[in-house]
């Protein structure tokens, strides 16, 4: 595969025949002369709105290049958080950082950061490409570097072809595609995304999430992106964070976070789970058994470092995909016995309610085999040990 060297950045193309290396602007889509991947700290960061606290002693480390994401309910501080560190709100305590340089009450136009928002915010009385310049006229860029830069960036996007149309003449992709664009265009030392796809329908949502990651990846930008969108997250994310209240409960990759929730909000909060109730019956390192009233279960830990006791109360979190359904079973732990009761089918999956001792569970069936004649036998289903997870209540 041929690389393309921009100076300082190497940007690739992964499918010649999608992505051109070559361009009428030189001999790379889109130059970068003074890009550089920063982290962002962030310290002890408290934000009040008069009686409100809207970020409490908050701390987040977020490395250079990461598609870091950031999510949780609505009012959990998230959208708060990324508008301090664009500079559109300052906080009564805390510091920012944007690698070694502390930012935390830099005004806005001078921390370079790329933008976008929920509304597409693009001028309508002005052209595609006269609104990917806007942030370069501000800035007193040459004519000519204007055009040079506003035509890379367009390409990157591949809206080239758009450039001399109005927005009310595009699609919603396209109108994001021109807002990503006009984010790129100032080349920012960081990328900050406040729920870009939440107005637009499913399928373009699919498409953008995609072309977004793929965008900060050829750019190398360290990218921070606010969503509710558990699956925008879990797709595309390095890692993420989930916040609620002001506080961030949890930071890991999306599978670390979905197979391993710390506690019961996070769990409930990605995916779908089921929580049984239990009391805890023996301790071995991180492998905890807890006596249920549906069964004896041995599961891992959600947070090893805040370790039950024998005989505390804890909950146990197991998602629906992760049962194994048979006829029988030999296992003397982690399987229950039960009717399936109402199903789902949808194909390539059907979704169960387990019924065993009057708990009714979540089953997820890939390649579904017990919806023909489902309800007319005992069905068993059983789960690996690093299936359940063990959080205290």
């Known amino acids: 595969m041929k690389v393309v060297e921009a100076r300082p950045l190497a940007m690739r193309y992964g499918r010649m025949d999608v992505f051109p290396l070559t361009s009428k602007w030189g001999n790379s889509c ?6 550089r991947m920063i982290s962002i700290s962030i310290e002890k960061l408290t934000k009040r709105f008069g009686a409100v606290t809207a970020l409490n002693n908050l701390d987040l480390q977020i490395e250079p290049g990461e598609l870091f994401f950031l999510l949780g309910p ?38 370079n950061t790329g933008m976008m928002f929920q509304s597409y915010a693009l001028w309508p009385h002005m052209s595609v490409a ?19 830069r506003v035509g890379e960036a367009l390409e990157s996007v591949r809206m080239s072809s758009y450039a001399d149309r109005r927005p009310n ?22 990328l900050l995304l406040d729920e870009p796809l939440s107005n ?25 992106y606010v969503t509710h969108d558990q699956k925008e997250a879990l797709s595309i994310s390095d890692r993420m964070a989930i916040l609620e209240d ?13 197979k391993r929730p710390s506690m019961k909000t996070v769990a409930h909060f990605i995916g779908e789970t089921d929580f049984i109730s239990g009391k805890v019956i023996g301790i071995e390192g991180e492998n905890t058994t807890v006596e249920t009233g549906i069964g004896v279960f041995q599961g891992i830990l959600g947070n090893p470092s805040q ?5 505390d109360e804890v909950t146990l979190s197991i998602r629906p995909e992760c049962w194994e359904l048979s006829h029988e079973s030999h296992a003397s732990q982690n399987f229950v016995q039960g ?21 009714r569970l979540k089953v997820f069936e890939r390649n579904p085999r017990f919806v023909d004649g489902a309800n007319s036998g005992d069905i068993y289903a059983t789960l690996a040990k690093e299936d359940v997870v063990v959080l205290v209540n």
Not at 130 to 140: D, H, I, S, T, Y
């Open 30 to 35: 889109f130059r970068y002369p003074d890009a």
């Open 74 to 111: 609505s009012g959990c501080g998230k959208t708060t958080l990324l508008r301090s560190m664009a500079g559109f709100y300052t906080p009564e305590e805390g510091t920012i950082k944007f690698g070694d340089q502390e930012v935390t009450k830099l005004e806005p136009h001078k921390r």
């Open 130 to 148: 006269e609104n990917v310049a806007f942030g370069l006229q501000e800035r007193k860029v040459s004519k000519s570097e204007i055009k040079q």
């Open 169 to 190: 003449q595009l699609s919603g992709g396209q109108q994001q595609r021109v807002a990503l664009a006009r984010a790129l265009v100032i080349r920012p030392r960081c």
């Open 200 to 224: 637009l329908d499913a399928k373009l949502r699919l498409e953008m999430r995609t072309e977004i990651r793929r965008v900060c990846k050829e750019f190398k930008l360290t990218t921070v």
């Open 246 to 258: 002001g506080h961030i409960l949890q930071v890991g990759t999306p599978r670390e976070v979905y």
């Open 307 to 311: 370790p039950p006791s024998i005989g």
């Open 339 to 359: 009717r399936i009761g109402e199903f789902v089918y949808l194909g390539e999956v059907a979704q169960y309610d387990l019924i065993v001792k009057g708990t």
